[in-house]
């Protein structure tokens, strides 16, 4: 304990405050949102916990303001384009450089091993410690001071965005919003070539994946090309407005994608809790990933997604819930995985088979199995503490 506490007061948090332009009330906030869930690892009596409650507040945080800043900055523009846009700027390579501009790096709190190995200056580590810190703020001073102290990097950030968009072909745009949305790199294919040798014209079709966003014609392949990309984002736009996948924070978006091209072949599974709800277009901003299955999927699951790990497969049970627990970090999202979940209410057990009879909702490309609503509704109802949320 006592070297943790040298720890603690090593850490010039006075100085910290001063770049922010704020004064905690609360100092054991701006030193929990500091904290790297590595060092509470190594030094299981630090009293505080770490900071990632206070990093999922901070993203919630983060999105309302900067949806409402991009809103009101440009009461003009189109669903699709405001969510990219609010994605450019909230992703976790953005974050890292504003944590960056505060030296964020050097006040953080985190494990031997995890700071021999380069955490200090690891982008995934600095994003979620900016993250935190706007949570931290926002408990400890309220949404306009969040407000006050992200514009100064919103500003300047969305600016060089805009600069680099106006630079950018519909090609490369294309590319941009394909591979931070989806994952896939568009390829294009020429489809068609039709008349004489000096006046031919082509048309090309681009795919993602294995499905056509948009064609074009012209009098090179170069600008039939330009012209398919054109109706691609057009495309992507308009499902970006109607789908609600789409909705989704990008990082749950990217840790969904990735996770399912890991469960591959695996048919016995469903995505459940808010992810779930989200999909099922329910008004709801999910910040992790519930996957249900039963006790021979989730030792397949837990193989399939073993380098993300944090909580090995086993057998786990409180008063609530028991079952074959796992926790994985996939993209910065975290990942629960329960296998043969059962419910606790009333001295009774509860067998939920959700994965026995899920819809599949479209997601991206692909689809994706999901509890219906009415089904979580239910089990919302059983478990102390979610009745609210049911309701």
Not at 310 to 321: K, M, S
Not at 331 to 345: S, W, Y
């Amino acid at each position: 304990m006592k070297d943790a506490w040298e720890d603690v007061f090593s850490v010039d948090y006075e100085g910290l405050e001063e770049k922010l332009g704020f004064h905690f009330n609360d100092k054991a906030l701006l030193i929990q949102a500091l904290v790297h869930s590595s060092y509470v690892n190594e030094n299981p009596l630090f009293p505080l916990d770490n900071n990632e409650r206070l990093e999922f507040l901070g993203d919630a945080v983060l999105d309302f303001l900067v949806g409402d800043y991009l809103y009101h900055r440009f009461p003009e523009m189109r669903e699709g384009d405001l969510t990219w846009f609010r994605a450019s700027l909230v992703k976790g390579e953005t974050l890292a450089s504003f944590a960056r501009k505060l030296g964020l790096g050097k006040f953080l709190l985190m494990g031997r091993g995890e700071e021999e190995g380069g955490g200090r200056e690891r982008s995934t580590i600095l994003g979620s410690a900016f993250e935190a810190l706007v949570g931290a703020l926002y408990l400890d001073k309220g949404l306009e001071a969040v407000r006050r102290f992200l514009e100064p990097f919103i500003e300047p950030e969305l600016e060089h965005i805009l600069r680099e968009a106006s630079k950018m072909d519909p090609k490369s745009h294309l590319q941009e919003m394909s591979q931070e949305w989806l994952g896939i790199t568009p390829v294009y294919k020429t489809l068609k070539e039709k008349g004489p040798d000096h006046a031919k014209t082509f048309t090309v079709a681009v795919f993602i994946g294995d499905k056509i966003y948009g064609r074009g014609q012209g009098n090179s392949k170069h600008q039939a090309s330009i012209e398919a990309a054109k109706a691609a984002l057009r495309t992507l736009h308009r499902k970006m407005a109607d789908d609600p996948s789409w909705r989704l924070p990008r990082r749950v978006r990217l840790a969904l994608l990735e996770v399912l091209r890991h469960l591959k072949g695996i048919r016995r599974w469903a995505i459940a809790g808010s992810t779930a709800s989200a999909l099922s277009g329910l008004p709801i901003t999910p910040h992790d990933i519930d996957i249900i299955t039963d006790k021979k999927g989730a030792r397949a699951i837990s193989r399939r997604l073993e380098e993300f790990v944090i909580l090995p497969l086993d057998w786990r049970e409180n008063e609530q819930y028991a079952s074959h627990f796992a926790q994985f970090k996939v993209e910065g999202v975290k990942v629960e995985l329960m296998g043969d979940l059962r419910v606790k209410k009333d001295k009774t057990i509860l067998r939920f088979n959700y994965w026995a009879d899920v819809k599949e909702m479209p997601f991206g490309n692909s689809r994706v199995r999901v509890v219906p609503p009415e089904f979580q509704l239910v089990a919302n109802l059983l478990i102390k503490g979610k009745e609210e949320r049911a309701r």
